[in-house]
């Protein structure tokens, strides 16, 4: 073909290719540094966006299992403060029981003794009935069910078992009935209250466990989240330093293109000169 001629001009041609293809490229960088991502839909790298979609999924997932871990954690320290305050009344219980025992002791003062003693008995139940949070309960639980937390995004579960701190349970042996009414009464009592605090020490420290397990198991995956949040960013982000250097450098090739494009539109208006 001939390169001096006006019905085709190859040399506009091929710098219009070089220009269109210097815009596309010019186009993805622009976007680039638009949305900071270099994959940022699926016709960017199919594979890469679908790897990356998959982690968002998890990350959201895992948005779940801490929100449960939370309410689980909530939940045992409510019923841990209420245990605790359980523990304070026992003790308190064991120096009217024991000082009940007396058998020296006046009946005025024994009455007033054992007025006392079942008043704060009466709070223990008051307690336990309202350590809940969120409809959890996890100190007036004859079955001891506890609260079951989400641990991975699979289902599996961290379960904290209930306790039963209620009157007459398993670990306080007084019962809603108990008094100090007489020396006999009263000694019966102190053994129950003894029993009652060992059980209720023992029970805390299960529920502690229980408490820090969760707590344990939230902060990895909270680290687990942070380390998918950076290896999706890998995957897509784009290195804003670099993309601005290729920016700069084909806007200027865009321009050189134009320049290009101009010249070889030129070019057959050279032929005019051969037929003066």
Same mark, same amino acid.
């Given at each position: ?10 040399? =506009?041609?091929?710098? !219009? ?7 596309? #490229? !010019? ?18 790298? &199919?594979?890469?966006?679908?790897? /990356? ?15 449960? !871990? ?11 403060? /209420? %245990?605790?305050?359980?523990?304070? @009344? ?6 009217? =029981? ?6 020296? *002791? =006046? ?21 336990? $009935? +309202? ?8 100190? +007036? ?10 641990? +991975?995004?699979? %289902? $599996? ?10 009157? %007459? ?20 009592? !102190? ?36 380390? *998918? #949040? ?9 290195? @804003? ?15 050189? &293109? ?19």
């Amino acid at each position: 073909m001939s390169l001096n001629s006006v019905n085709t001009n190859v040399g =506009a041609m091929i710098a !219009l290719q070089k220009l269109q293809t210097t815009s596309a #490229e !010019l186009a993805v960088v622009q976007s680039r540094v638009n949305t900071g991502k270099k994959v940022a839909s699926a016709k960017d790298n &199919g594979a890469i966006w679908a790897i /990356a979609q998959g982690q968002r999924s998890e990350i959201g997932a895992l948005n779940a299992v801490k929100d449960s !871990l939370l309410r689980g954690q909530s939940a045992t320290d409510v019923a841990i403060a /209420a %245990g605790e305050s359980v523990s304070d @009344l026992l003790v308190q219980l064991k120096e009217k =029981a024991l000082t009940a025992s007396d058998t020296s *002791l =006046a009946t005025s003062s024994r009455q007033a003794l054992n007025e006392d003693f079942m008043a704060i008995r009466d709070q223990i139940t008051t307690v336990v $009935s +309202n350590a809940t949070f969120d409809g959890v309960n996890l100190i +007036n639980n004859p079955t001891t069910v506890g609260f079951k937390a989400l641990s +991975n995004t699979s %289902g $599996s579960t961290t379960t904290v078992n209930g306790e039963h701190l209620s009157l %007459g349970g398993a670990n306080v042996a007084l019962a809603v009935t108990t008094t100090i009414g007489t020396a006999f009464l009263a000694s019966a009592a !102190l053994g129950q209250v003894n029993m009652s605090i060992n059980n209720v020490a023992a029970a805390l420290g299960r529920l502690g466990t229980g408490s820090n397990s969760l707590s344990t198991h939230l902060k990895f995956v909270s680290k687990l989240q942070d380390a *998918l #949040e950076s290896g999706v960013g890998n995957l897509v982000d784009a290195d @804003l330093g670099k993309e601005s250097a290729r920016l700069q450098s084909l806007q200027t090739k865009q321009q050189l &293109g134009v320049q290009a494009l101009s010249i070889a539109n030129q070019s057959p208006s050279v032929l005019l000169g051969l037929f003066r």
